[in-house]
Structures are given as structure tokens and as C-alpha cells.
């Protein structure tokens, strides 16, 4: 994997080459080595740095559900202090005529404004939040701790791996089909309000929140068991938004099982889609019955938890070690070498003219 190692290292050792023959006598042999070890050094940083990009590359997140199981305020310490006194004393020290001298030092004191503060605090069984204080102890209530209520579906995003990004080109759709839907392409949901989410994605208008809250309330306790996240886009657009929008997502996460439906205005399903990690690895007759369950329907909550009945029947999870491979035959692309030797060379550069110029060793 190290073979852009010249690449880095040979540009950065002619400048140490060049600048030893044309100034012979201005740079000593202990700085003409000092120079090419430093070269050596920042030319295997540079060839580190490159090859942990595959790490920053693959860097992705998982969606995760569950719900909340309490909410409590606790009282903790207070996050606030004022400068309250301070301490003083005498010290002694050399002044600049080298004699000794003596002289006050002050260290200021801080105390609290309070003697606590109010954390309001809602549990859940993928961990805690805390809710913002609206005042600055916290004493007064938060009418967003108020709301919450026990069982509340839950969601969070997670860091992970996900190999399959050092591999861009599988997710391509083409220029012409992310031509075609530049400006139409929808986000990828992401929790927010501490917790909400909105997993049910549309163009055409409608309300379908009695459908996500009845998934959201499946999966607080599905999602956990299966680790499992699904997401639902209803569109008026032809079939090949589906790859402009996988091209935009790059492809579905490990959890997620993503549902389209490209729908007429009475809501008729047109085409039908069904994706999940991988490709659908491994759940490849899932998404194909899940696909054949959409003929001659209406998008409605019906189908919906006849397609959720099967997802939780059958969906496997594809551990992401079983793409490990592709970290180790991944090839860094050739833009990224190009500026980290340029960055090496221009060091080395500097490093020369420092040499010539002044009196280093």
C-alpha cells in the first residue's frame, strides 16, 4: 500500500541533493544531515497520513431506536462561579540586575454562584439526555422535560465504520440521472430535538405521520432486538430517483432497510423499490417480496405493516467486518497523494532555505 511512498519522499530528497551541490560550503555536514533526516521523517508522516485516510473515508454513523424509561431532575453541582476574593503572597525572586527581590503574587478565588444546580434529565434505554436549563440554575421546569412521557419512541445516531464508502463508484448513478434531480434530492434523516425523528420522507404533500408513529412505536423495542432502522420515501418521481437519491446517500446504512414508493396523486404506487446494506445482501428474497407487496396497492398504513411484519421476519444484519477486506485493498486517490507530496516538498524547501541562510548546527 506504500507505493506513493516516492512519490512523497523523491521531490523532497532532490531538493536536499540540489541544495547540497549549489551551496557546498554554506551548509555543514551535520546540517546536510539533520536536512535529509528530517526529509526521511516527514516523508513517512506524510505516507501515514495518507494511508489513514481509508480510516476517515469510511468514517459513517447508524441510526439506532428505543424509547424513554424515566425522567427525574437532580440536583448537581453548580457550573457557575464568580471571582470571589483572592489569595496573596510574597515570594521571592532575582530581579534583572541579579539581585534578590521580593514581590506579592495574587491567585484569584472563585465560589459558586449557587449551592446547586438543576439537571433535568430523561433516561431512555439507548442512554440519557439532559434537557436545557431556561434559567441559569435550572429551578424553573423546562416545558420540553415536561412533555416527555415514558415509552416515547427514541432515536440517536451512532458513529461506525462503513467500508463500503472507500468504494464510491458503487453507489454512482450516473451524471445524467443526478442532473435530472439536482434539486429535488431529500436529506437523510437525522434525530433531532434531542430524540425526534422523522423517518418518513415525501414530495407529494401529504401528512403521513400516523404511519411513522406507528413504526416509531414498533421499533423502540424492534430496533433494539433486530438492530434496526427503517426508513420510508414516498415521492411523485420516476424509478430512477431511487438511484439518484442512493447516489446521494451512498447507499443504505447497516440497520437501515429503506422503502420507495413513487406514487401517483391519489397515492396509486407506480414503482416500488426496497434496499438495504450491501446491496441487500443476504436479504435479497426480503426486498424482492417487499417490492412484489407494493403491486396494484395505495401507500397506506395496511401495507405498511404487512412490509414491517416481513422486515422483522426476515431481515439480517450484515456485520461490517465482513467488508474488513476492502480497507486492505483500498488505493488512496492519487489528488490526496499529490498534496501531501507537494505539502512535503514545500517543507522541504523551507527547511533548505534555513540551512543556507543561517547557522543551524
Given at each position: 500500500?506504500?507505493?506513493?511512498?516516492?512519490?512523497?519522499?523523491?521531490?523532497?530528497?532532490?531538493?536536499?541533493?540540489v541544495t547540497r551541490f549549489m551551496f557546498p560550503h554554506?551548509?555543514?555536514?551535520k546540517e546536510g544531515l539533520l536536512q535529509f533526516a528530517g526529509v526521511i521523517l516527514s516523508s513517512l508522516l506524510g505516507a501515514?497520513?495518507?494511508?489513514?485516510?481509508?480510516?476517515?473515508?469510511?468514517?459513517?454513523?447508524?441510526?439506532?431506536?428505543?424509547?424513554?424509561?424515566?425522567?427525574?431532575?437532580?440536583?448537581v453541582s453548580c457550573d457557575h462561579q464568580y471571582k470571589c476574593g483572592e489569595t496573596c503572597s510574597t515570594v521571592s525572586y532575582t530581579n534583572?540586575?541579579?539581585?534578590?527581590?521580593?514581590?506579592?503574587?495574587?491567585?484569584?478565588?472563585?465560589?459558586?454562584?449557587?449551592?446547586?444546580?438543576?439537571s433535568w434529565r430523561v433516561h431512555s434505554t439507548?442512554?440519557?439526555?439532559?434537557?436545557?436549563?431556561?434559567?441559569?440554575?435550572?429551578?424553573?421546569?423546562p416545558p420540553r422535560w415536561s412533555i416527555v412521557e415514558i415509552g416515547e419512541p427514541v432515536s440517536e445516531n451512532r458513529q461506525t465504520t462503513n467500508y463500503l464508502l472507500l468504494d464510491q463508484k458503487r453507489f454512482s448513478a450516473g451524471e445524467v440521472i443526478r442532473a435530472k434531480y439536482k434539486d429535488q434530492l431529500l436529506e437523510y434523516p437525522k434525530p433531532y430535538d434531542y430524540w425526534l425523528y422523522n423517518r418518513m420522507l415525501n414530495d407529494n404533500g401529504q401528512d403521513y405521520d400516523s404511519i411513522r408513529i406507528w413504526v416509531d412505536?414498533?421499533?423502540?423495542?424492534?430496533?433494539?432486538?433486530?438492530?434496526l432502522n427503517v426508513i420510508f420515501v414516498v415521492t411523485l418521481n420516476d424509478s430512477d430517483y431511487?438511484?439518484?437519491?442512493?447516489?446521494?446517500?451512498?447507499?443504505?446504512?447497516?440497520?437501515?432497510?429503506?422503502?420507495f414508493y413513487g406514487v401517483d396523486d391519489q397515492e396509486n404506487i407506480r414503482w416500488s423499490k426496497a434496499i438495504s446494506f450491501a446491496d441487500g445482501q443476504n436479504n435479497q428474497i426480503?426486498?424482492?417480496?417487499?417490492?412484489?407487496?407494493?403491486?396494484?396497492?395505495?401507500?397506506?398504513?395496511?401495507?405498511?405493516?404487512?412490509?414491517?411484519?416481513?422486515?422483522?421476519?426476515?431481515?439480517q444484519r450484515i456485520p461490517n467486518a465482513s467488508f474488513e477486506y476492502m480497507k486492505k485493498d483500498w488505493v488512496p486517490p492519487m489528488w490526496w497523494v499529490v498534496l501531501i507530496g507537494l505539502v512535503n516538498l514545500a517543507a522541504a524547501v523551507a527547511v533548505a532555505y534555513l540551512v543556507v541562510k543561517e547557522d543551524v548546527i
Open positions: 500500500m506504500l507505493y506513493y511512498l516516492p512519490f512523497i519522499f523523491i521531490p523532497a530528497v532532490l531538493v536536499v541533493l554554506q551548509i555543514t555536514v501515514g497520513i495518507v494511508s489513514t485516510a481509508s480510516g476517515v473515508m469510511s468514517l459513517d454513523y447508524n441510526i439506532y431506536n428505543g424509547e424513554v424509561t424515566g425522567k427525574e431532575s437532580v440536583h534583572e540586575k541579579g539581585k534578590p527581590a521580593t514581590k506579592q503574587v495574587c491567585e484569584p478565588v472563585y465560589c459558586d454562584e449557587h449551592d446547586f444546580d438543576v439507548l442512554g440519557t439526555w439532559s434537557i436545557s436549563r431556561i434559567d441559569r440554575q435550572g429551578l424553573e421546569e412505536n414498533q421499533l423502540k423495542k424492534d430496533g433494539a432486538i433486530k438492530e431511487y438511484y439518484a437519491l442512493m447516489d446521494y446517500w451512498k447507499g443504505a446504512r447497516k440497520n437501515d432497510v429503506i422503502l426480503m426486498l424482492k417480496n417487499l417490492q412484489t407487496m407494493t403491486y396494484e396497492r395505495k401507500f397506506d398504513i395496511d401495507l405498511v405493516k404487512a412490509q414491517y411484519k416481513l422486515i422483522i421476519d426476515k431481515f
